[in-house]
């Protein structure tokens, strides 16, 4: 008897993840991150989605090991909350006048998709306007 393995796939396996993270941007009953803006606003999310999109979260989360950390960040709540958005939906409106200080936050948290080099061409981040 030979050991025959048979794979199975989810054809909209990318689809389903990019709505199950659509939809934990709108839910916050399953939070365990408080990020806090330089303004005092806080703003819930999971650790999950913010270490699969930033090495900054990822290695910071995996250092510190604390069920729901509180983290402070030297940025303004729009800013935070933008890049939150985009970490979670692919996609966020910045201010033009913002972009500078925006893609500099982007960068300081090595969020991929948002980084100099990603920005150069090729796949990435467009610019819709």
């Known amino acids: 008897m030979t050991d025959v393995k048979l794979e199975l796939m989810r054809?909209?396996?990318?689809?389903?993840?990019?709505?199950?993270?659509?939809?934990?941007?709108?839910?916050?009953?399953?939070?365990?991150?408080?990020?806090?803006?330089?303004?005092?606003?806080p703003i819930?999310?999971?650790?999950?989605?913010?270490?699969?999109?930033?090495?900054?979260?990822?290695?910071?989360?995996?250092?510190?090991?604390?069920?729901?950390?509180?983290?402070?960040?030297?940025?303004?709540?729009?800013?935070l909350a933008?890049?939150?958005?985009f970490l979670y939906l692919g996609q966020c409106q910045v201010d033009q006048e913002d972009i500078e200080t925006f893609l500099k936050l982007a960068r300081e948290l090595k969020v991929e998709g948002l980084t100099q080099d990603e920005l150069g061409g090729g796949e990435g981040t467009e610019y819709v306007e």
């Open 11 to 41: 054809g909209d396996f990318n689809l389903h993840t990019g709505k199950t993270f659509s939809s934990l941007f709108g839910d916050k009953a399953f939070s365990d991150v408080t990020l806090v803006s330089d303004d005092n606003h």
């Open 82 to 85: 933008s890049l939150v958005k």
């Open 44 to 79: 819930q999310a999971h650790k999950v989605i913010l270490s699969s999109g930033s090495q900054f979260f990822r290695d910071m989360l995996l250092a510190n090991p604390h069920p729901h950390p509180l983290v402070y960040l030297r940025a303004t709540q729009v800013h």
